[in-house]
């Protein structure tokens, strides 16, 4: 319940109605938009949940500044963002679709391991190279945290912490998509 009701309806609506960018189509079956803190926040709504996201985690975020936000659209059944670390301080991760909307209870998800990557690897290491990168992980023995999927549920996380979605698995429908909505901080 981070985020006022009235906030999420047109969040969600703005998302659902806002063409993604049709230059970026990911393997894993969603699409993005995608803006900066020199660009401003598109809508008013997306600045409210900043400020709520500074009010609610002022001992994490206080001393940081907004760096860039985006949010995914998924197809309804699709296995999501692979494995990648980000380059800020501090993730923040929210959902937006109603859990009415789930299939799997099992998906839709976000895990999160326990390490980052190695400090010489460069950004293209972490952030594309799903094979090296789950060569880490399983070489490293690292742990994976599974955080279950609820609409309005904030994660905060280290964004240098290796992260993929827990695959997708909505029901039918437009209206029924996954979507989640990304604030970094530097």
């Given at each position: ?88 301080s501090?993730?923040v ?84 998509r ?9």
């Amino acid at each position: 319940n981070l985020i006022p009701e009235d906030i999420l309806y047109q969040l969600r609506g703005y998302c659902l109605t806002t063409r993604p960018d049709q230059d970026v189509q990911y393997n894993g079956g969603y699409q993005q938009i995608y803006w900066q803190h020199t660009n401003g926040f598109p809508i008013p709504e997306l600045e409210i949940v900043d400020v709520k996201l500074r009010e609610v985690f002022s001992p994490i975020l206080k001393n940081l500044s907004f760096n860039r936000a985006w949010y995914f659209i998924y197809e309804n059944e699709c296995p999501g963002v692979s494995v990648h670390a980000d380059e800020a301080s501090v993730n923040v991760n929210m959902w937006l679709t109603p859990d009415s909307s789930v299939v799997d209870e099992n998906k839709n998800g976000l895990f999160i391991w326990d390490i980052k990557p190695p400090p010489d690897w460069s950004f293209h290491d972490f952030n594309k190279k799903t094979d090296k990168i789950e060569n880490y992980l399983r070489g490293s023995g690292a742990k994976k945290r599974n955080v279950e999927y609820k609409c309005n549920r904030a994660m905060v996380f280290n964004s240098a912490l290796f992260h993929e979605t827990n695959g997708v698995s909505m029901k039918k429908g437009y209206w029924n998509r996954r979507i989640n909505l990304t604030y970094l901080y530097t």
